[in-house]
C-alpha cells in the first residue's frame, strides 16, 4: 500500500521510514474499529487482551474518530472548585468545603465537587480550550474584604481581588482571566463564593481559623442549594 520512498522536498524517507508509517496506519484502523464496535456495543480485543469498563464519556477528534476520554470535570452540568492552599491558615477554606460537601452532602449526578487546590489555573486553561464545557462553574475560596470573618458572601469575577498574603489560587494572574474569559464566552455561568479570612500566615501555617472553620457548613448549604436548583432547571 505503501510505496517504499516518498519524495520530499530535502531527500527520500527510507525504506525503514515506510516500516514506521505502515505500523501507524495499522494502528489507526484499529482504533477505528474499536471506535465502531463501541457504537454497537461490542468491543473488538485482541487475543489475550480482557474486556473493560466503557469510557463514561468519549469525544470524536480528527479525521481517523479516535476516541479519547474526557476529564470528569467536562462532561458535568455543574462542577464547584475548592480553591486555596491548607498549608496557610484560612487559605484552606476553599478545599474544607469541598472536601466537608463530599463526605456530608448527597452531590446529584450532574454536579461534581472537587478539592483542586492550587491547581485551578490548569484545569480553568482545560475548560478554556475544551468544546465540552460544563454549565455552571462555582468557584470557592477565602479573601481578605476587610468584612466580618467568617462571613461568607458571593463576588462578582470582576472583584476578584488580584493579590493577597500568600497569592496561591485565585489572586494570581492568569487566574482572574481565564475566569473573566470564562464568563465572556456566553455559556458558561461563574458563580465565586468566598469567606473573609481571619488569619493568613506569611509562612506554612496550616489550620483553619475558628471562625472561618464555622464557615464551612454555611457555605456548603449555599452551594448545595445551587446544585439541586440546576437539577430542578434540567
Do not use: W
Amino acid at each position: 500500500m505503501f510505496p517504499q520512498r516518498f519524495e520530499l522536498k530535502n531527500g527520500f524517507i527510507s525504506t525503514f521510514g515506510c516500516t514506521i508509517l505502515r505500523k501507524l496506519f495499522t494502528k489507526s484502523q484499529k482504533s477505528s474499529k474499536v471506535m465502531e464496535n463501541n457504537k454497537s456495543g461490542t468491543r473488538h480485543l485482541s487475543e489475550g487482551q480482557k474486556p473493560r469498563r466503557p469510557l463514561k464519556t468519549h469525544i470524536r477528534t480528527g479525521d481517523r474518530g479516535i476516541m479519547e476520554e474526557l476529564p470528569e470535570y467536562l462532561t458535568k452540568d455543574i462542577v464547584v472548585f475548592g480553591c486555596g492552599n491548607v498549608l496557610f491558615g484560612d487559605d484552606g477554606f476553599g478545599p474544607s468545603v469541598a472536601d466537608f460537601m463530599n463526605k456530608n452532602c448527597d452531590i446529584p449526578d450532574h454536579a461534581l465537587v472537587l478539592d483542586v487546590g492550587t491547581s485551578v489555573r490548569e484545569l480553568l486553561f482545560t475548560i478554556l480550550l475544551s468544546e465540552k464545557k460544563p454549565k455552571d462553574l462555582v468557584i470557592v475560596d477565602a479573601v481578605d474584604k476587610g468584612k466580618v470573618p467568617g462571613e461568607v458572601f458571593e463576588i462578582l469575577v470582576d472583584d476578584i481581588p488580584e493579590k493577597k498574603t500568600t497569592d496561591f489560587s485565585l489572586h494570581q494572574f492568569p487566574t482572574s482571566n481565564m475566569l473573566k474569559e470564562l464568563k465572556d464566552l456566553g455559556d458558561l455561568g461563574v458563580t465565586v463564593i468566598v469567606c473573609q479570612v481571619e488569619n493568613i500566615p506569611e509562612e506554612v501555617g496550616p489550620g483553619l481559623s475558628d471562625s472561618v472553620a464555622e464557615a464551612i457548613p454555611r457555605a456548603s448549604k449555599i452551594i448545595y442549594e445551587k446544585l439541586m436548583m440546576r437539577r430542578q432547571q434540567s
